[in-house]
C-alpha cells in the first residue's frame, strides 16, 4: 500500500510538472506527443484519465498571505510536500484537496533544502 501512494505521489508530481511546462511555454508542440493513427492517441487519453482520476484526490490547492500554490498530500496522516516558492517567508496556510470546496488550515512542519521541498501539517 506504501508503494502504491508513493507512486501516485510521483505520478501527481510529474503531471504538475508537464502542466507547469504547458502554462510557461509558448509553444506546445514540444510537450503533446504526436500519434499516426488515433487508437494509439484514444489509448493514452485512456491512460492519462486514469491516472488522473488516480491522483487527482492526492492534489491540494494552497493559499498563503503571499500567494497560491499547489501541493501532494504525502501520506496518511495527511502531511503535503510543496516547493519552495509556494511557501515562500509564510507559517500558516489554508488548503483545499482538488475534489473538494472546503478548506483546512496547516502549517508550515520543515523543509528539505537540496530539493526546495516544503513540508506542511494539515493538524488535527
Known sequence: MCRQR???TLATLVIVLLTALDC???TTDSVIPQFGDAGSAHALEQDF???VRATL???VEIVSPSGLGSGVILDDNGDI???AHVVGKSAS???RPAT???QFPATF???YVPAQHQFLDPGS
Open 6 to 8: 508513493v507512486l501516485v
Open 24 to 26: 510557461t511555454s509558448s
Open 49 to 51: 484519465t486514469q491516472v
Open 57 to 59: 484526490p492526492s492534489v
Open 81 to 83: 510536500v510543496t516547493n
Open 93 to 95: 496556510f489554508e488548503v
Open 100 to 102: 473538494g470546496t472546503r
Open 109 to 111: 512542519v520543515g523543509s
